[in-house]
């Protein structure tokens, strides 16, 4: 029997559930498709443990949500790939490939669960072997007998599934470089022959008292240099100032002073 609370939670959740799910098929950036399917899986880990299953859902929140959903996040975050990036099909025939693999496989899977037959007392004795062995043995360890033993096959097959499945994600995340690589020779010929930043860029924190990426390099003249801060911290407005970083030289100086007089 569901108890009322099994009930309202599913009723809450399962809604939630659906619209990330829709939001993973029609988002038009990849990054917010992987968030809606990050909340799906958090949304399942909830209901593995509203069915008095904890371990299955500590499993499915950190290892599917903590650590194979955020690593494909991060990726996309980094390589940046939006939508007009995905225009552009860079593999021959590959949207025509996965299109028929995917009528493929909801084929195999509709013929195939359509001719499942399951009686009142195969499920029955199904749990009850679970059960038993939940009880002989403990939830961890007849998880593990089950996945190691009976199921190992269908374990392996899902993990090269998952295997795939990132280096599916690596291919959809790659571009085509549209204009040829420049070498660091080029670059410092291009330096040279503007005659500007011939030694290169400085680097944040030299001179400075901080060593730190936001922090702006010091010249020699005790002047802050913009051009050491990456231009991702000054649109992010994360830059420490060039008056906050006066007013601690001034203060540094103020001290050693004191110091100086006593």
């Known amino acids: 029997m569901t108890s009322t609370a099994e009930a309202v939670g599913f009723w809450l959740l399962a809604p939630i559930a659906v619209i990330a799910s829709l939001g993973l098929l029609f988002a038009r950036k ?58 552009v099909e860079t593999i021959k025939g590959q949207r025509w490939a996965s299109f028929l693999l995917v009528i493929g496989l909801a084929g195999v899977l509709f013929f195939t669960l359509g001719t499942v037959i399951l009686d009142e007392s195969t499920v029955q004795s199904g749990l009850d072997k679970v059960v038993e062995t939940n009880k002989t043995t403990g939830n961890v360890t007849g998880i593990a007998e089950l996945i190691f033993g ?16 990132a280096l599916g994600a690596m291919v959809l995340a790659h571009r085509e470089r549209l204009t040829p690589r420049v070498t660091q020779a080029q670059w410092a010929a291009r330096r040279v022959h503007q005659n500007k930043n011939v030694a290169g860029l400085p680097v944040p924190g ?56 006593k």
Do not use: C
Not at 48 to 67: E, H, P, R, S
Not at 71 to 86: N, T, Y
Not at 224 to 230: A, E, I, N
């Open 30 to 87: 990849a990054v917010h498709a992987a968030i809606g399917m990050a909340v799906v899986m958090i949304i399942l880990g909830v209901f593995y443990i509203m069915q008095k299953a904890d371990f299955l859902g500590v499993v499915q929140v950190f290892v599917y949500t903590g650590a194979v959903m955020m690593l494909f996040l991060f990726v996309l975050m980094l390589v940046g790939v939006d939508s007009s990036d995905s225009i």
């Open 206 to 261: 030299v001179y400075a008292r901080h060593n730190a990426v936001d922090t702006p390099a010091l010249l020699p003249d005790g002047t802050p240099s913009d051009l050491s801060v990456s231009r991702v911290l000054v649109s992010r407005d994360q830059v420490a100032t060039t008056t906050a970083l006066q007013d601690v030289e001034r203060h540094m100086e103020n001290e050693i002073e004191e110091g100086r007089a």
């Open 150 to 165: 009976q199921y190992v096959w269908i374990f392996e097959i899902t993990s090269a599934l998952l295997i795939t499945a």
